[in-house]
Nanobody
Framework: QVQVVESGGGLVQTGGSLRLSCAAS????????IGWFRQAPGKEREFVAA????????YYADSVKGRFTISNDNAKNTGWLQMNRLKSEDTAAYYC?????????????????????WGQGTQVTVSS
């Protein structure tokens, strides 16, 4: 059974930084993509960032572009989300998801229904 575990969340002041980690384990031949999504209380889950397995393609939500950076080490089945210049509206539970089967287009990584496995989430709270 594939497991996905996020870590690195916490409480940070406006303008601060956090780095989230995502570690996948289990019967994985290859990770075709890692995505980060978030869900704030009372809101729907939304896409944050995604990266293809090779690292050649990255995608960001407009709201985080220029502040967040996604990266991965596919040999270690691990990914990261570096979050800088955090804002109060970034407060949410952040979820990592992995895709372990081939995709038709890497842009599919922007959509949650293309992912095979999800972590339990890590809370990020940005205080003013």
């Amino acid at each position: 059974q594939v497991q996905v575990v996020e870590s690195g969340g916490g409480l940070v002041q406006t303008g601060g930084s956090l780095r989230l980690s995502c570690a996948a384990s289990g019967p994985i031949d290859y990770i075709y993509g890692i995505g980060w999504f978030r869900q704030a209380p009372g809101k729907e889950r939304e896409f944050v960032a995604a990266i293809s397995g090779s690292g050649d393609a990255t995608y960001y939500a407009d709201s985080v572009k220029g502040r967040f950076t996604i990266s991965n080490d596919n040999a270690k089945n691990t990914g990261w989300l570096q979050m800088n210049r955090l804002k109060s509206e970034d407060t949410a539970a952040y979820y990592c998801a992995v895709r372990i089967s081939a995709l038709t287009l890497s842009t599919q990584l922007k959509y949650d229904y293309y992912y095979n496995y999800w972590g339990q989430g890590t809370q990020v709270t940005v205080s003013s």
